[in-house]
């Protein structure tokens, strides 16, 4: 670098000195202009480019320049004094000649100095000129001329360091050491290993202020060996850097290998798809399993052909793992009243399940360590709004909505997934719907759980064990996937008609709900509130155009419709808007239609339920009348029964089920044992055929609720007493007489209201359950009679009581 410097001063030179002269002893006395410099020292026999800037500097060269060309340069003590005095300077400095001088554009001067000898300063004078002028002594080594082992060896450990030194620094000569044969020529090689090689500012001082030649190589062998050591220290680094850069290099080389060869083959578009998936599954975080597992298939997916039969296997098993949302939760509305206004403006009523989602919601604001969801099952007959309730309880929570219908679902791998050995195999439905979700906390809806079926591929309902199993379901395996997948924060609501047809292992994993059918009276509001403005907006009318008043409502829900829910009302609402459509187009003059008991009849012909006023019937011997439940809601059963000249026979008609049948038999042997009581013979049963027919014959009907209406028939038959008018009974009866508590009150009391029964006959452990549906349902003027006996409800359901004597009596005659 100093010799480039030297080659480029000599290019242009404004004042060359060809022959420097050196002072000699006699001029020591002699003052030099003193060249002070920031964090340089220059050493003898070295060559030192130096820009001179400050004014004070510019005039002590221009003062070195008239003379001798001689300078004493020496270093500050600090480098931001701009006006350094003879205090701020380093008293050991270097005795110098200028070789060139070159005149910057800006006024600065670029000097080339030699250093001559190590100098101190002994005097110093201040000139006119503003520079200081010093008197300085030249200092020598002391022991040049000294014959000891110790400097000899001094030297050759030097000399050992700065060839190791050179091996690990290629920029500095390695021939340097060799080139000393005397001892001034060792003086003048240790200062310029001291310029070669990497010393601070303060090393470099100490350097030049040590004269002693012996002292100087001790002070140089502890600076080698500390450079030494950072030297190996980078070359250690450097080499792992290296290695690093190398194999980085190498995947590179190799990559591009790669991508040219698939090139060739015509694979390019699949090499970029793989990159674009790995990025994908980068940003999933997906668990240590699953992301071994994804890796392993791409592995595969790179060495196969793209339209291989296993590359289109192991890519569709890359593409849904990526696509399921495996760290995406979403956060949930905590709010009641928010909660409380969505579930009560998308349905009337309801309010038990109202009220457990509103439990869950409070508990979870309560709490933030509850993560389980509740698994509620919502049990209740066909369009009571259990489908739609649940998309209401997913908006009410903030959450992504998933339905997955199990009707008919006859295969376990509908829900666990099939194998991949299996051909267009896919996960299960569950994993469909969090897929649809995009979340991994949805409302998942299963549809129909009690319609689940099974045959020799398996059962459902027990793969969804697992999945509603709170403690089972974190780590849920799909047969596709084989991995764990959480369902834990999963919200799954199930519905169901009945709970008959649910497996008791997943009834036991359920919360249940019943929804029971609506009153006529909660139908009209419906109608109002919800099925009527839905209608007007479906068809783009306006409440002026189209007007359906109460009374004509109340007809379509009592002679034209029987259900719980409101389906069959809602289409015969949206029925009704099509014909006053009809009408509007056209008639252009109308302006609004208004549904008539002439226009219903006409649109909806003849009514289609006609409902038997049980006071018309005059002859009610054998006559009884009950309550029943169905899917679609309560009905009353109108149960007859006849006594004939026979052998005995009890002959049961009207399509009855087992239970039903049994009921029946559980009546007649009752009866037999109450003959005396009741003023028959003993044999009557072997001298008459008794009949019982449950009207309806196509419909089936079975259950033991009906046990006390069929006594009652039987009793009526046999004693030719007829049974109290405007009177229904339900429970189930014993050998004994007693009267057991029953199932679907509700829906019962909604139908005795429907067909004006004013009293009814009921269980005695049913009496909390009828408080209970009282406090939510207006049954108008029913009357209720619990008994606990059948020989309670003989002596209600007759006109006249059939117990002739008492019992006691009965039992003295037996005697």
């Not at 666990?416 to 809806?445: D, E, F, Q, W």
């Not at 046990?707 to 050998?735: D, N």
């Not at 059948?790 to 003295?812: H, Q």
């Amino acid at each position: 670098m100093i010799e480039k410097e030297k080659q480029q001063i000599q290019e242009k030179p404004i004042e060359t000195i060809e022959n420097p002269t050196i002072l000699n002893q006699d001029q020591e006395d002699e003052f030099l202009a003193l060249l002070p410099l920031k964090n340089v020292v220059i050493l003898p026999k070295s060559i030192l480019p130096i820009i001179v800037g400050r004014k004070q500097s510019i005039q002590a060269v221009e003062y070195a320049l008239k003379q001798n060309k001689t300078l004493f340069i020496t270093a500050q003590k600090d480098s931001k004094i701009e006006e350094p005095t003879e205090k701020d300077v380093f008293h050991y400095g270097t005795r110098s000649t200028i070789l060139q001088v070159m005149r910057m554009p800006n006024g600065a001067l670029k000097i080339l100095a030699e250093g001559i000898c190590r100098s101190e300063i002994i005097k110093i004078k201040h000139s006119d000129s503003g520079f200081i002028g010093v008197m300085c002594k030249d200092i020598l080594a002391t022991d040049l001329d000294d014959n000891n082992v110790e400097l000899e060896a001094t030297w050759r450990q030097l000399k050992e360091l700065y060839t190791l030194y050179t091996k690990l620094n290629e920029k500095v000569p390695a021939d340097l050491v060799t080139l000393a044969k005397t001892r001034q020529e060792m003086d003048y090689i240790v200062d310029t290993i001291a310029v070669h090689i990497h010393l601070s500012f303060e090393e470099r001082q100490t350097i030049l202020e040590t004269a002693s030649l012996k002292n100087r190589m001790l002070k140089l062998c502890k600076y080698l060996t500390q450079e030494i050591e950072i030297l190996k220290t980078e070359q250690r680094i450097k080499g792992r850097i290296q290695q690093q850069v190398e194999k980085s290099q190498r995947e590179y080389y190799l990559t591009e290998q790669i991508k040219a060869i698939q090139k060739e083959l015509g694979r390019e578009d699949q090499a970029t798809e793989l990159n674009e998936i790995q990025e994908k599954i980068i940003k999933l975080k997906l668990s240590p399993e699953a992301r071994e597992k994804v890796e392993k298939e791409m592995r595969r997916l790179e060495q196969m052909p793209p339209l291989s039969s296993e590359a289109v296997v192991s890519r569709n098993y890359v593409d849904w793992i990526t696509s399921l949302p495996w760290n995406n939760i979403t956060k949930d509305t905590i709010s009641i009243n928010q909660a409380e206004k969505v579930l009560n403006r998308d349905h009337a009523g309801l309010h038990k399940v109202k009220e457990r989602i509103i439990e869950f919601l409070a508990a979870k604001k309560f709490s933030k360590k509850i993560e389980r969801s509740p698994i509620i099952c919502l049990v209740g007959p066909p369009g009571v709004g259990k489908t739609s309730l649940a998309r209401s309880i997913a908006d009410s929570l903030g959450r992504a909505f998933a339905r997955i219908s199990l009707g008919g679902i006859r295969d376990e791998a509908e829900i666990r997934g099939h194998r991949r050995t299996y051909i267009g195999a896919l996960p299960g439905k569950i994993i469909h719907a969090i897929k649809k979700a995009g979340t991994m906390n949805p409302v998942i809806l299963l549809d129909e759980i009690d319609k689940i079926s099974k045959d020799i591929h398996g059962d459902p309902s027990a793969a969804l064990l697992e999945v509603l199993d709170p403690e089972q379901n974190r780590r849920f395996v799909d047969h596709f996937l084989d991995i764990d997948f959480d369902l834990s924060n999963v919200m799954f609501l199930t519905t169901a008609n009945t709970v008959d047809g649910i497996p008791f292992p997943l009834f036991d994993r359920m919360e249940i709900i019943p929804l029971s059918g609506y009153t006529e009276q909660e139908k009209i509001e419906i109608a109002r509130n919800f099925l009527i403005p839905k209608a007007l907006k479906e068809y783009d009318l306006n409440a002026r155009q189209f007007k359906l008043p109460e009374q004509q409502l109340h007809t379509i829900i009592t002679k034209y419709t029987q259900e719980a829910g409101v389906r069959q009302l809602e289409r015969i609402i949206t029925k009704l808007m099509r014909k006053a459509i009809q009408m509007l187009l056209k008639d252009k003059t109308l302006k609004s239609v208004t549904v008539s008991e002439k226009r219903l009849r006409s649109w909806l012909g003849t009514q289609k339920f006609k409902r038997t006023q049980l006071k018309e019937i005059k002859n009610r011997i054998g006559l009884a009348v009950g309550l029943a439940w169905t899917e679609f809601g309560g009905d009353i059963l109108e149960i007859e029964a006849t006594a004939v000249p026979g052998k005995g026979t009890l002959t049961l008609t009207g399509q009855l089920g087992d239970v039903m049948q049994e009921s029946a038999q559980a009546a007649l042997s009752y009866i037999r044992s109450q003959a005396q009581e009741l003023g028959l013979k003993n044999s009557f049963n072997s001298i008459n055929d008794i009949h019982v027919h449950i009207p309806e014959g196509a419909t089936p009907k079975d259950g033991p609720s009906a046990g006390i209406t069929i006594c009652t028939s039987m009793i009526s038959a046999l004693t030719k007493i007829p049974t109290q008018p405007q009177l229904t009974m339900t429970g189930e009866i014993t050998l004994q007489g007693r009267i057991l508590p029953v199932g679907g009150l509700k829906e019962k009391l909604l139908a005795a209201k429907q067909h004006n029964i004013q009293t009814i006959i009921l269980p005695k452990e049913n009496y909390d359950d009828i408080q209970e549906i009282l406090k939510e349902t207006d049954l108008g003027l029913l009357q209720f009679i619990f008994v606990n006996t059948m020989d309670e409800v003989l002596e209600k359901a007759f006109i006249k009581k059939p117990l002739r004597i008492s019992k006691k009596t009965a039992r003295k005659r037996k005697k």
